[in-house]
């Protein structure tokens, strides 16, 4: 019955246990699943968003303007030219920075040729304070071969101010006293009387063609459409190295489209710049969906970009492109690492479940083991009740915390996205404004529509166009008069003829023109002979496509990217019935570096935000119809900073996106928009930093949890010293006692429970110890060990080495002397010899009245006869010593024979199995060392051997034979060796 009852017992714990272990566990390993699903749904959205930043870079190297970026990128990198550090230099002051040399520009054009095969029409370069100046023309063009001395040097002192574009100059080398005066002379060559901005964008008229312009951004691959040096489009660069006024150097480059060929672009764009990553060109029906997703590749597609074909056939070539291009990552270790963690979580589940199943089921049927007392059960159940809840415990809170720390970044989100809002917002309320400025426009020309031409003309264009703006106010009406009414340039009401010419066919289209007018007739032939190259805005103009946005800012227009800076207006006749239209007005901006809408006037506020904890940053990106970037706000940002990679990728792929990533102790929150139809595109970059007292926490917790376990530890030792430490102090002293060589202490504790158990054992070891050590007296340690190996049961003959010493006429000198002096001699003489023979790894068997009887086995790398003639020869030395010993105290000296026998023998314990017993070495080995000492009086050395003893010794020019002076054979140890050993 008890016994049954003891085993409903330890089933119920065994019950409690299994649940308390495996509840929070099961919890644990689904969250862990859950966990691991949700990794792997992010590396997996992680790797799409890798694939689909190389498709749109692949996507940008088949454009010809991204293509050369590409290059002139990589040619900065192989000469060390870092855009990064670049834009923040840190040189020493007073010194050359030598970022560019004579030798830069032969290096750039080394590498072009390396790597595309392709050589620039121009490169000019300079160094710190524009000390030196160094250009390189393409001889291969005849425009370029022919170029003037005065042409040349209008590049040479021109490209370096426009390049480094300060408007002060302070030099780098304070002390060169021709700092000031070098850069007075190339400033004055360059600018020729005209202003800065004004020379720089007559020379790129002058020498690039009708459609060039001044590159607004350093940093960025400019393309232009030209019709010179063979070629249909042009592509600048330009990069200084500055820091404020100060100049450390920088460069200009110009392609032209004749040298960089298509299947040249088609055949560099396939090389990968991400490891693991492959770039090829498809079908259209290979990819349905613009992706692929197997079980070990993930593959994204995209239309083939329309610009490298329109770019191909402006050299007359008819070249069938691929559908589509693609890019494929392989996925396999990926899903592997995932796979295997979900087996290895699965394995560790299954084992822990089994083990404990199979503790409890142990437990249910036979309790705690036998070994298993009370100690370690107390010690099981204190780590059980204290370490297992604050485990779980802490498991929890830990994900809680975490929890808390992925809101900061949930929050990030959140802030960033609203402050992306607010940015977009102020841009379509800054359109709102522009477009009620411009309808205002509109509603001060209709009060002057019905005047007369005289009128119109004398009218001051800041009652149409307000003052301060940048307006151009275009005015065509159907009696043929034209005027334009400027903010910046009142006097200036010319008119340009391109403009008349789709104003005057719009309104004919109409029908409302009037053709009686010569000034009419004449743009309307003229725009005739035109219609080859406006034939697209002819299109449009005569399908009604750009008049019905009427007050929207036009864009992507492949012909004119101008046009994205103007708005049309349609103006009614109100004094005739119907109010049909009577004239055309086109408002734009008149300088060629701003739009309609001018983001470099937005409030600061709205591109950088500083919040507690928190840092935003943003950019708009202008976007051209070749999906390219190449004005953006503020303008300050780097051109190879993250915001600027951003609108890039959010042009070229038409789409918007964004990406959560753990930045050291926060989070970094990269967002883009893209807005369909809208010329502008926006990026942000937003950081969090850890909230102090989230991160105060976490770091506390392990310590607050250790603090609670240590509280509770600290509460059940004080049970535990009441319950077992107190009854077992006398354990502490009674082991020190013994630690200083006293057995006779003794551990006295009641009988109930246990540690009686414990004294009694305690008291039977330091009566064993006391034992023992009465018996090391008399026998020596490696005799201990050799008689723990044998016994009387397993005895048995082995060869040893027996040496036999005593001392010659003691019985002589014992009558003599003393007994007192004859017990301290053997004392001395004994401490002696066992120094001698325990030397050279010998037992010592006995000791009998004045003989040493010592024993060598063959159980160490020096043989046993060379150990025993070497004990031999150090007991004859040690004597020696003691005989000057006693000689300098006055007493007498003594002298001793030893004989040294090989042979077998048996050695074990012999006796009583229940009385005394001795250990013994047996055999005539035994007989013939004392026969040999017994002789040893009659040799020098007092050393005798026998033929297998000297036989075994290595070297035997130290024995000599003595056969023949005792009628048995003999060696004996030369008496000079005996004497020097």
């Known amino acids: 019955m008890y016994k049954n009852k003891e085993l409903h017992l330890r089933g119920m714990i065994s019950l409690v246990f299994v649940f308390v272990v495996l509840a929070p566990l099961i919890l644990i390993v689904a969250d862990l699943t859950n966990v691991a699903k949700q990794l792997w749904q992010q590396k997996l959205a992680a790797a799409r968003q890798e694939v689909k930043q190389e498709l749109a870079l692949f996507r940008e190297s088949l454009i010809p303007r991204q293509f050369v970026e590409n290059l002139i990128k990589a040619g900065e990198a192989c000469v060390g030219l870092n855009p990064e550090t670049m834009q923040r230099p840190v040189f020493a002051r007073n010194q050359d920075a030598g970022v560019f040399t004579s030798a830069t520009i032969a290096q ?80 004055a060559g360059a600018l020729l009387g005209d202003r800065r901005d004004s020379a720089t964008q007559k020379f790129f008229y002058d020498y690039l063609g009708d459609l060039a312009y001044r590159p607004p951004h350093y940093g960025r691959v400019y393309e232009m459409a030209t019709t010179r040096l063979g070629s249909r489009r ?121 083990a404990i199943f199979a503790v409890a089921v142990y437990f249910t049927l036979f309790g ?45 989100r959140a802030e960033a996205g609203s402050s992306m809002y607010r940015l977009i917002s102020y841009y379509h309320d800054q359109k709102l404004q522009l477009n009620l400025e411009l309808l205002k426009a509109k509603d001060r020309l209709l009060r002057y529509a019905d005047k007369t031409p005289e009128e119109l003309e004398k009218l001051h264009a800041h009652n149409i166009v307000p003052p301060g703006s940048n307006f151009d106010l275009l005015y065509f009406r159907a009696d043929g008069f034209t005027r334009t009414f400027r903010a910046k340039h009142t006097e200036n009401i010319s008119i340009r003829r391109i403009d008349c010419y ?10 409302v023109i009037d053709r009686g007018v010569p000034a009419n007739r004449k743009y309307l032939e003229q725009g005739e002979y035109s219609a080859g190259f406006m034939y697209s805005l002819q299109i449009n103009y005569s399908e009604h496509t750009n008049m019905f946005l009427e007050g929207v800012e036009t864009r992507e227009w492949k012909k004119a990217d101008e046009l994205s800076r103007m708005v049309y207006f349609l103006l009614p006749d109100p004094k005739l019935p119907g109010q049909p239209v009577r004239s055309v007005a086109k408002l734009s901006i008149s300088s060629p570096n701003f739009v309609m809408i001018r983001p470099g006037s937005f409030n600061p506020g709205v591109y950088s935000q500083r919040l507690p904890q928190q840092q935003h940053d943003f950019l708009i990106g202008q976007r051209r119809v070749d999906d390219s970037i190449l004005r953006w ?33 926060g989070f970094r929150f990269v967002n883009r928009r893209y807005l369909k139809g809208q010329s502008l595109v926006f990026a942000g970059v937003s950081t969090a930093s850890q909230d102090l007292r989230v991160e105060m926490l976490l770091k506390l917790f392990p310590f607050v949890l250790l603090a609670l376990a240590l509280i509770c530890l600290f509460l059940f030792a004080d049970l535990l010293a009441a319950m077992f430490i107190n009854p077992v102090a006398g354990f502490r002293s009674a082991t020190a006692e013994i630690a200083d060589g006293n057995y006779q202490v003794a551990v006295k504790i009641a009988a109930t429970d246990e540690f009686s158990s414990l004294a009694a054992a305690f008291n039977r070891m330091a009566t064993g110890l006391a034992q023992r050590e009465k018996m090391r007296r008399f026998v020596s340690e490696n005799l201990f060990e050799r008689i723990e190996q044998s016994s009387s049961d397993n005895a048995g003959a082995s060869e040893v080495t027996l040496l036999a010493s005593d001392i ?33 790894g010998g037992l010592i068997e006995r000791f009998v009245g004045d003989a040493v009887v010592a024993v060598f086995y063959n159980d160490q790398i020096e043989k046993p006869e060379h150990r025993a003639v070497q004990a031999a020869v150090r007991m004859r030395a040690r004597l020696a010593g003691l005989n000057r010993q006693r000689t300098a105290a006055g007493l007498f000296n003594f002298d001793n024979g030893i004989g040294i026998a090989t042979g077998e023998a048996v050695s074990g314990i012999a006796g009583s199995s229940a009385g005394r017993q001795i250990f013994s070495v047996i055999g005539e080995v035994t007989g013939l060392a004392e026969k040999l000492e017994s002789a040893s009086r009659n040799v020098a050395s007092r050393i005798l051997i026998c033929p297998k003893t000297a036989a075994g010794l290595a070297d035997r020019r130290d024995i000599s034979e003595v056969t023949g002076q005792f009628g048995f054979a003999a060696f004996t140890i030369v008496a000079d060796e005996v004497l020097n050993g």
């Open 234 to 354: 042009l592509f600048t660069y330009h990069l200084p190295v500055k820091e404020g006024e100060m100049v450390y150097g920088g460069y200009f480059v110009l392609f032209g489209s004749r040298n960089i060929a298509t299947a040249k672009i088609l055949e560099l764009s396939r090389k990968g710049t991400r490891p693991g990553m492959k770039r090829f060109f498809t079908s259209a029906d290979k990819f349905r969906n613009n992706q692929i997703v197997s079980h070990n590749s993930l593959s994204l597609s995209m239309p083939f970009p329309v610009e490298l074909a329109s770019y191909d056939r402006l050299s007359g070539s008819i070249r069938q492109f691929p559908e589509r291009i693609a890019v494929a990552l392989s996925i396999s270790d990926l899903r592997k690492t995932h796979d295997d963690y979900l087996s290895n979580l699965a394995v560790f589940c299954r084992f822990v479940s089994l």
């Open 808 to 840: 010659r006429s003691f019985t002589t000198l014992s009558e003599k002397h003393e007994p007192q002096q004859i017990v301290s001699l053997l004392n001395d003489y004994f401490t002696e010899m066992e120094c001698a023979i325990k030397e050279s």
């Open 633 to 665: 706000w503020p303008d300050y940002i780097n051109s190879s900073s993250e915001l600027k990679r951003q609108v890039d990728l959010a042009a070229s792929t038409r789409s918007g996106g964004s990406r959560l990533t753990p930045d050291g102790n």
């Open 108 to 187: 750039l054009l080394e590498f072009y040729q390396r790597q595309a095969g392709i050589k620039p029409l121009v490169m000019v370069s300079f160094n710190t304070d524009y000390a030196n100046v160094w250009s390189w023309f393409n001889e291969d063009y005849s425009a370029l071969r022919t170029l003037t001395d005065s042409d040349r040097r209008r590049f040479t002192s021109l490209l370096p101010i426009f390049v480094a574009d300060t408007a002060t100059f302070t030099p780098v080398i304070s002390s060169n006293p021709d700092a000031f005066a070098n850069f007075n002379k190339l400033f």
């Open 368 to 412: 705690f083991p036998v070994g298993f007392r009370l100690r370690l059960r107390m010690i099981a159940i204190i780590a059980l009740t204290i370490f297992l809840p604050w485990i779980i415990l802490g498991y929890f809170c830990i994900s809680l915390f975490d929890s808390v720390q992925t809101l900061a970044g949930h929050e990030l």
């Open 502 to 511: 789709l104003a005057a066919r719009y309104l004919d289209n109409l029908g």
